[in-house]
């Protein structure tokens, strides 16, 4: 599995990111195996390089659009023996280029160049765009300069284009090839070091240390909630990692999920998952956590950031384990054991009405607290 967040930081992808916004005005973006968006677009104040793009994700179903996008270009791909493909956006005349990410014949995920269009575009078919936009919800003056800023890219262009996306799938490649061996390199000492301070890749030999490994023992037994309180830092995912693999739930999926990082309009999504037909761009059923869990942990890193509606949902699962996708009518039972982490006072921001009383005792049914750096 590629380590995106890493590969997000790459000085070489940056600089072919650079390069293809300069020279044809389009994004970069990177989705997994399963067609879900692993570059930083998707994230709280990230700055866009195309103004299209920009404008696009302004929008309520901005991220619908781009993820059906995603989806069908892909499916395209996966099906297809090309390695690079120019395919259609859902937006009328708006091109993709996707190249496949593959290592010793396994697919690992697809990198995109959106969006730009084609120089035989006419002045009419630019028109569709923007109508296209505005029916989306956009300002009519933010739709046409959406529009005048998109790059008009000849045959050679876009053969050019496709070359340059290929080769940051191959830098991608390389950079997975060279982290495995890394990581190998690194397990091999790390198996050198004594087992009298580690317990599941923690390293702390103090006694309040040594007082959570036991802690840990303890609780991965049961199904309980389990509350992680910690500076930013101090390992609360590796906890929770430790807890899941120590409980009767470790051949089943852990899913993690950072509440800070998410748009508060797609947390529910990203949760629960969506029908087809619920919203713009949902052009079939996509399952949401609480269903690929199943029967195994959720860590819901950074809990205090996750918005009162979305509270009540949670308390919903907790209380009932059933859960409601969005554009559903009836329930869903689920299965999973929440583990939670907090880096801020919920009692402070249970008294200021910011975090619901009844989901934090649901959540700190046991409560683990790290030691500081």
């Given at each position: 599995m590629i380590n995106w967040n890493e590969l997000n930081g790459l000085h070489v992808i940056s600089k072919l990111e650079e390069i293809l916004n300069k020279w044809f005005g389009v994004e970069v973006l990177f989705a997994d195996a399963h067609y879900k968006i692993r570059?930083?677009?998707?994230?709280?104040?990230?700055?866009?390089?195309?103004?299209?793009?920009?404008?696009?994700?302004?929008?309520?179903?901005?991220?619908?659009?781009?993820?059906?996008?995603?989806?069908?270009?892909?499916?395209?791909?996966?099906?297809?023996?090309?390695?690079?493909?120019?395919?259609?956006?859902?937006?009328?005349?708006?091109?993709?280029?996707?190249?496949?990410?593959?290592?010793?014949?396994?697919?690992?995920?697809?990198?995109?160049?959106?969006?730009?269009?084609?120089?035989?575009?006419?002045?009419?078919?630019?028109?569709?765009?923007?109508?296209?936009?505005?029916?989306?919800?956009?300002?009519?003056?933010d739709a046409v300069a959406a529009v005048k800023h998109l790059k008009m890219l000849n045959d050679q262009d876009v053969e050019?284009?496709?070359?340059?996306?290929?080769l940051v799938g191959d830098e991608v490649e390389t950079f997975h090839s060279e982290i495995s061996k890394r990581e190998e390199r690194i397990h091999a000492l790390s198996s050198e070091l004594g087992e009298k301070f580690r317990y599941h890749n923690m390293i702390g030999k103090s006694k309040m240390m040594q007082k959570v490994y036991n802690l840990i023992e303890r609780v991965a037994p049961s199904d309980s909630s389990v509350l992680i309180q910690g500076e930013n830092g101090t390992g609360?995912?590796?906890?929770?990692?430790?807890?899941?693999?120590?409980?009767?739930?470790?051949?089943?999926?852990?899913?993690?999920?950072?509440?800070?990082?998410?748009?508060?309009?797609?947390?529910?999504?990203?949760?629960?998952?969506?029908?087809?037909?619920?919203?713009t761009g949902a052009h079939r059923d996509k399952p949401g956590i609480f269903e690929t869990a199943?029967?195994?942990?959720?860590?819901?890193?950074?809990?205090?950031?996750?918005?009162?509606?979305?509270?009540?949902?949670?308390?919903?699962?907790?209380?009932?384990?059933?859960?409601?996708?969005?554009?559903?009518?009836?329930?869903?039972?689920?299965?999973?054991?929440?583990?939670?982490?907090?880096?801020?006072?919920?009692?402070?921001?249970?008294?200021?009405?910011?975090f619901r009383e009844d989901l934090y005792y649901r959540v700190n049914v046991i409560n683990i607290n790290l030691p500081s750096l």
């Open positions: 570059s930083g677009h998707m994230e709280k104040d990230f700055t866009h390089r195309n103004h299209f793009f920009k404008v696009q994700m302004a929008l309520k179903s901005g991220y619908e659009m781009i993820t059906a996008d995603i989806e069908s270009v892909s499916d395209q791909l996966v099906s297809n023996k090309d390695q690079v493909m120019v395919c259609n956006s859902m937006f009328p005349h708006i091109k993709i280029i996707a190249s496949k990410i593959e290592v010793s014949g396994e697919f690992l995920g697809t990198v995109f160049a959106y969006p730009f269009i084609l120089d035989s575009t006419t002045e009419a078919e630019k028109s569709e765009i923007i109508d296209y936009f505005v029916s989306q919800g956009a300002v009519h003056e050019y284009l496709q070359e340059l996306v290929d609360k995912e590796l906890v929770a990692r430790a807890i899941h693999s120590h409980s009767n739930r470790k051949d089943y999926p852990f899913h993690a999920i950072n509440a800070s990082a998410i748009p508060d309009n797609l947390i529910e999504s990203e949760l629960f998952g969506h029908m087809k037909g619920s919203f199943n029967g195994g942990t959720l860590f819901l890193d950074e809990i205090g950031d996750t918005p009162l509606t979305m509270q009540v949902k949670l308390l919903r699962v907790l209380q009932e384990g059933t859960y409601l996708p969005v554009g559903a009518e009836a329930p869903r039972k689920t299965d999973v054991r929440i583990l939670a982490a907090t880096n801020k006072d919920l009692k402070a921001m249970m008294a200021r009405g910011d």
